[in-house]
């Protein structure tokens, strides 16, 4: 579903019967990046280029996104926070005349500076009415846009916490697919006994999602990326409910961090990222990736287990 179509619904969910202000058609609303696309022009810069690259992307996802019935002027467009909300006189008007009486608006004109924190609260925001509309289902182990750890105690007990353990007969049915034995290194990483490849091991169960269903994993950089004196390292996701098993080179999925949602340490940055891999037609699975990056076809990696 398009960005405007989503911001659409949830706006018209929300407001009141008696609401004094009648919606307009959909084709009447342009959609508007809060923190726009040229940011560097006008808006405070970022301490490293990871951190540019980080809002880049975070700027194009939907808690940066504004339906208007009319759409502004470039000036205002690309002008700093207090300058989009204000406007620039009549003849070229902020987001505070534009988007006046717009519900999912009422909190953003509110705030004095737009950020990657506000970003966050707003999708946030979003996702809990989405849930209502939508009757969204997610898993109830999932942490959501923002992000809330989960401990290892309750990942050892909960079976619906993906990255639960591995039984051993999956371990004989993976050393079948690669055609190589193994030897366990640390929990749920293994080696072959030729000591050239690591395997970092997870399992999940499916969840559905419409028609279709996903798996979901954690990828932390610590323990399941490259580790020294190894040729090859791999992250193989194994497909609980398909009996299947998805062996993507590590390095795929680290050269994609920055299109994989994560959920933060106390320093702010990253501690683990999550995978979903998610069936789509013909039996063919996908990395899902956020956009603007497209979803890697991950099918060729996919083996069935006997």
């Known amino acids: ?141 999932y942490e959501g846009l923002k992000g809330s750890s989960i401990t290892k105690s309750e990942a050892e007990k909960d079976d619906s916490v993906p990255n639960n353990n591995l039984a051993d007969d999956d371990i004989h049915q993976f050393e079948k697919v690669i055609g190589k034995s193994l030897k366990k290194l640390k929990k749920q990483t293994y080696v072959t006994n030729d000591g050239k490849d690591i395997y970092h091991l997870r399992i999940s169960k499916k969840y559905n999602r419409g028609s279709n269903y996903q798996y979901w994993y954690r990828f932390e950089p610590k323990s399941d990326g490259p580790e020294n004196g190894y040729e090859n390292t791999y992250s193989a996701f194994f497909l609980a409910d398909d009996a299947k098993v998805t062996i993507i080179p590590s390095e795929l999925i680290m050269q994609n961090f920055s299109n994989l949602g994560s959920t933060p340490s106390s320093d702010g940055k990253p501690k683990y990222y999550h995978i979903f891999i998610r069936s789509v037609e013909d039996g063919k699975f996908s990395l899902i990736l956020r956009e603007p990056a497209s979803d890697v076809d991950v099918t060729k990696y996919t083996y069935k287990l006997e």
């Open 1 to 141: 579903m398009p960005d405007t179509s989503i911001l659409y619904f949830i706006e018209s969910y929300l407001q009141p019967a008696n609401s004094a202000m009648m919606m307009l058609g959909i084709k009447n609303y342009s959609l508007e990046h809060l923190m726009p696309k040229k940011w560097r022009n006008h808006w405070t810069s970022c301490a490293t280029d990871e951190e540019a690259r980080e809002r880049d992307i975070k700027l194009l996802t939907l808690g940066n996104l504004a339906i208007i019935p009319q759409a502004l002027n470039a000036s205002i467009r690309d002008g700093d926070w207090s300058t989009k909300k204000v406007g620039k006189g009549e003849d070229k008007p902020g987001l505070q005349k534009c988007a006046a009486g717009l519900i999912t608006m009422h909190d953003v004109l509110e705030k004095d500076v737009w950020n990657e924190e506000t970003i966050d609260d707003r999708a946030e925001w979003l996702y809990k009415n989405a849930k209502s509309i939508w009757h969204i289902n997610l898993p109830s182990d």
